[in-house]
């Protein structure tokens, strides 16, 4: 592998990133290659001490997406942080993917749970027009009650949800951090 | 080398070097792969991500030979969180020995 078709593969890694971040990432390698040839080393030679393209790439796309959804907090820039940790080798993925489809799901569970009880007294309303709200006042109070309870239950999902999202980004770097590369160090 | 070994000092050694002096990528790289074979691809995200955590610093310097290169530069931030992982790298190898010798013993 020459100079060109690793920068190639590597770059094809990056390929859906913003072109100026590309380049930024891209810049280290060929600096690299650079100094090496200039102190009398071949391309192939420098090729072969980096190691994979393909995966220093998914690294980078890991690192990369870490740092965005650091930056920039949203349920985008989360997910595709998952998803480029997942990709860099099958130990990460079984150890993110487990984690991360069961407490989105749970998240997501008591989420429509807040919204069902927040909507209750909206259908208490609804089916006075209907004609079916007797006992009255006892059908009233649980709506009531149960409205504020999931009113108080969605504010709390949104903090729950905040510091959530800190710590599926502190565990995913730790997963980097850990299992990152075992073929590739 | 055992691979697991490799991946936890790599940081470390990563840090002890640049404390020592600044260096470039591919120097650093040498430097590293002559003592620890590794694959070398794998320095970049690890050093920018200790840059991005505000461990090290970058900044560009002409070479005698050719372009510009970019250096790496311990902070202060860089210098606690260095000592740190060399305690914790002493105090595990220290309790490894020990663990290695008492088997030895019982044998």
Not at chain 2, 6 to 24: F, H, N, P, T, W
Not at chain 2, 58 to 78: C, D, H, L, M, V
Request: hydrophobic share 40%; charged share 25%; proline share 3%.
């Amino acid at each position: 592998m020459n100079k060109d078709q690793f920068m190639y593969k590597l770059a094809k890694q990056l390929s859906k990133l913003p072109e100026k971040d590309r380049k930024e990432l891209l810049y280290d390698y060929e600096e690299h290659f650079d100094t090496g040839m200039m102190k009398g080393h071949s391309e192939e030679e420098l090729a072969r001490q980096l190691g994979d393209p393909r995966r220093i790439g998914k690294d980078l796309l890991a690192e990369y997406r870490l740092e965005r959804a650091q930056v920039e907090k949203s349920v985008k820039h989360i997910l595709q942080a998952i998803f480029a940790t997942m990709s860099v080798s099958f130990l990460n993925l079984i150890l993110v993917l487990g984690p991360a489809i069961g407490v989105i799901s749970l998240y997501i569970g008591l989420c429509s749970m807040a919204i069902g009880l927040a909507i209750t007294p909206f259908l208490f309303i609804g089916s006075m027009f209907i004609g079916t709200v007797e006992p009255f006042f006892i059908n009233l109070f649980i709506s009531i009650t149960l409205g504020s309870g999931g009113l108080l239950m969605g504010s709390a999902l949104f903090f729950v949800g905040k510091w959530l999202y800190k710590l599926t980004l502190s565990y995913i770097r730790f997963n980097i951090r850990i299992v990152k590369g075992e073929s590739a160090v | 080398m055992n691979v697991q070994f490799k991946k936890g000092a790599l940081e470390l050694c990563v840090l002890v070097m640049i404390a020592s002096r600044d260096q470039y990528g591919y120097e650093l790289a040498q430097n590293i792969s002559n003592k620890i074979q590794i694959a070398e691809g794998t320095l970049y995200p690890l050093l920018r991500r200790l840059t991005k955590e505000e461990y090290l610093t970058t900044y560009f310097a002409a070479s005698t030979e050719g372009p510009s290169r970019k250096y790496y530069s311990i902070t202060p931030e860089g210098r606690i969180y260095k000592e740190t992982l060399i305690q914790d790298w002493n105090m595990f190898t220290s309790a490894v020995t020990e663990l290695i010798e008492e088997e030895n013993k019982i044998e």
